[in-house]
């Protein structure tokens, strides 16, 4: 068995910005927290996410918005690339951990590897937003059904991976809904 941690980022006050965490809580509502899968929802707190990891996961999805300049509320599951601290110059290390208090998902991956706990499989699932710079709560019309969309990506996630572990996992393709 794989333990898989489903995390939802985003900041609810700016719009489709809070996409991963109105898709994290849809996901919460049809399932239950187990020793095996873990889903939370972290807002914009990557630290948060970077703690969770510290009890050892075999894969993590995370759930945001981000701006691929595809259409609104279009769906997109990557892999993650997560460069390794150790590489960059010092001013550059300086530079990154000078303020976590505001960490976006990239900054708490980088910092989970230099760490130690980044899963070996990471996974971005986002979703492309339509308005993220005005305050405001709520999600746009195809952002908000695009969290259905999400949510069947990540059940079929959850349920592959525990069939299959990370290893098997990794080779097979995920259906796009």
């Not at 300049?69 to 590489?87: F, M, N, R, Y």
């Not at 195809?142 to 990540?154: E, F, I, Q, S, Y």
């Not at 592959?160 to 259906?175: H, L, N, T, W």
Request: charged share 20%.
């Amino acid at each position: 068995m794989s333990r898989l941690l489903v995390a939802g980022m985003g900041n609810v006050l700016r719009g489709d910005d809070g996409f991963g965490v109105e898709a994290a809580k849809r996901l919460a509502t049809l399932h239950s927290n187990g020793p095996d899968i873990r889903v939370i929802e972290v807002g914009i707190g990557g630290i948060h996410l970077v703690q969770e990891l510290m009890e050892g996961y075999d894969m993590l999805v995370v759930i945001d918005a981000v701006d691929r300049g595809s259409s609104p509320g279009t769906i997109h599951l990557l892999q993650a690339e997560v460069p390794d601290l150790a590489e960059w110059a010092d001013n550059e290390r300086a530079d990154f951990l000078a303020d976590m208090h505001y960490t976006t998902p990239s900054k708490a991956l980088v910092l989970a590897r230099a760490l130690g706990v980044l899963p070996p499989v990471v996974y971005i699932l986002g979703c492309q937003p339509a308005e993220t710079d005005a305050v405001g709560i709520g999600l746009t019309n195809p952002v908000a059904d695009a969290v259905a969309k999400a949510v069947d990506v990540v059940r079929e996630i959850m349920q592959r991976s525990q069939e299959q572990g990370v290893d098997g996992y990794r080779s097979s393709s995920v259906g796009m809904a």
